[in-house]
């Protein structure tokens, strides 16, 4: 079954520093695309990243990169110079391709500290 | 740019009332979703659409309903409120597989 878990439901870093947000995803369809939500505490939905199942390369969008682990199925965020208004709740979601349904995962909590 | 916009961003309801939460979004996108966010438990899919007229349910169906009679308007219905749907619900719509989902506004129920 589709399966989307993120296990830290909050986290810390610090200014300038590097923080990696965990995803492991469960799916027994060999085409599917991973995605990286941020919500800062306005409530809106902000896209920040894609993966694709056959992607060769990591994906990659200015300070954010998606360390893709097909093998352990995991799809972490990498947040490079953190940023205080990169404080927000982070979603990882996954959409198989053999269906329509787009999943999210629980949620981490990532406060940045000056 | 693409919008989705949900008809209400805050709502009070009685047990027992039928609830409609609309959402409408102007980008012609074949799929639109509906989840509710709750603490702790991030964002859950009640029901999804992949064309007009078609449905799915997600993982929490119990207690709603759906209705696209057109492709830009995505509505759920809460046959008779009750208090463990307040919530706040999040529509969305994206087209194709390897697109990002745009988001609606949010609309924050609460049921008393």
């Known amino acids: 079954a589709q399966k989307i878990t993120q296990t830290q439901p909050g986290m810390f870093v610090q200014e300038k520093e590097a923080v990696t947000l965990d995803c492991t995803y469960d799916?027994?369809?060999?085409?599917?695309?991973l995605f990286w939500y941020k919500q800062p505490s306005s409530g809106e939905m902000i896209f920040l990243i894609y993966?694709?199942?056959?992607?060769?390369q990591n994906a990659t969008e200015g300070r954010y990169s998606l360390n893709f682990q097909k093998a352990r199925k995991s799809a972490n965020l990498v947040i490079s110079a953190s940023q205080l208004g990169d404080s927000a709740m982070y979603f990882c979601?996954?959409?198989?391709?053999?269906?329509?349904?787009?999943?999210f995962g629980s949620g981490t909590r990532l406060l940045v500290r000056p | 740019d693409v919008k989705v916009t949900q008809s209400s961003r805050y709502l009070v309801k009685r047990t027992g009332e039928k609830v409609f939460l609309e959402c409408v979004q102007d980008?012609?996108?074949?799929?639109m979703f509906w989840y509710r966010q709750d603490p702790g438990l991030g964002l859950r899919l009640i029901y999804f659409?992949?064309?007009?007229?078609?449905?799915e349910k997600g993982d929490i169906p119990e207690g709603y309903s759906v209705s696209r009679e057109k492709k830009e308007r995505f509505s759920l219905i809460l046959e008779s409120a009750s208090t463990n749907q307040t919530s706040m619900y999040l529509c969305?719509?994206?087209?194709?597989?390897?697109?990002?989902?745009?988001f609606g506004q949010g609309t924050r129920l609460t049921v008393v």
């Open positions: 969305a719509s994206k087209w194709g597989s390897n697109t990002e989902a745009f």
């Open positions: 799916t027994s369809d060999p085409s599917y695309g």
């Open positions: 993966q694709g199942s056959y992607d060769q």
């Open positions: 979601a996954m959409r198989e391709d053999s269906s329509y349904k787009l999943i």
């Open positions: 980008m012609d996108h074949e799929n």
């Open positions: 659409s992949y064309d007009v007229k078609m449905k």
